[in-house]
T-cell receptor, first 117, second 112 residues
Framework: NAGVMQNPRHLVRRRGQEARLRCSPMKGHSHVYWYRQLPEEGLKFMVYLQKENIIDESGMPKERFSAEFPKEGPSILRIQQVVRGDSAAYFC???????????????FGPGTRLTVT | DAKTTQPTSMDCAEGRAANLPCNHSTISGNEYVYWYRQIHSQGPQYIIHGLKNNETNEMASLIITEDRKSSTLILPHATLRDTAVYYCSAKYSGAGSYQLTFGKGTKLSVIP
């Protein structure tokens, strides 16, 4: 039973380019969460999605960032016109439900490390 | 979510118990204490959580003081693979509680 998969593991982009980060949840999980971890800082929630729906994007920057979780295929976190401050590790997690257990039944992927040059 | 305070780093000898403290003096009655860890270059991993009573699972034990203002995560027999950053979080467990947020945590180094 494969865990949460993220690709690419490492991504280098020049300032102004677009970054696309992919996340495939665990089998049977229909809830996906994206987090960002800046160097030497803790984890910050960005967005929570279910299939074809954005449930909570309160942690997402208002500009340049978007996320989707289509009916078929992985969830995508898209960053347009990247800047150096976007350099971070981006983690995706999935859970089987959104009830109280979602606080601790989130399984994380290995992350994508984005470097903006 | 209540603010938590953890030491920046700790060392532990291999095979000994690792006791990681966490202060959460402003915790409210319906907030749980959660522990996660992050091994270098990996995603966070859930360890344990509790409300009032002490909890134990296959990974660790969680001791919560009677006034709930602090807790201790215990790894009974630390191994080198337990070297990681450990995060303590105090948060409500219910609808909308999926937003995990961690501070800088405690960097635990298990020494041979």
């Amino acid at each position: 039973n494969a865990g949460v998969m993220q690709n690419p593991r490492h991504l280098v982009r020049r300032r102004g380019q677009e970054a696309r980060l992919r996340c495939s949840p665990m089998k049977g999980h229909s809830h996906v969460y994206w987090y960002r971890q800046l160097p030497e800082e803790g984890l910050k929630f960005m967005v929570y999605l279910q299939k074809e729906n954005i449930i909570d994007e309160s942690g997402m920057p208002k500009e340049r960032f978007s996320a989707e979780f289509p009916k078929e295929g992985p969830s995508i976190l898209r960053i347009q016109q990247v800047v150096r401050g976007d350099s971070a590790a981006y983690f995706c997690a999935s859970s089987p439900g959104s009830g109280p257990e979602s606080s601790y039944e989130q399984y994380f992927g290995p992350g994508t490390r984005l470097t903006v040059t | 979510d209540a603010k938590t305070t953890q030491p920046t780093s700790m060392d532990c000898a291999e095979g000994r118990a690792a006791n990681l403290p966490c202060n959460h003096s402003t915790i409210s009655g319906n907030e749980y204490v959660y522990w996660y860890r992050q091994i270098h270059s990996q995603g966070p991993q859930y360890i344990i959580h509790g409300l009032k009573n002490n909890e134990t699972n296959e990974m660790a034990s969680l001791i919560i003081t009677e006034d709930r203002k602090s807790s201790t995560l215990i790894l009974p027999h630390a191994t080198l693979r337990d070297t990681a950053v450990y995060y303590c979080s105090a948060k409500y467990s219910g609808a909308g509680s999926y937003q995990l947020t961690f501070g800088k945590g405690t960097k635990l180094s298990v020494i041979p």
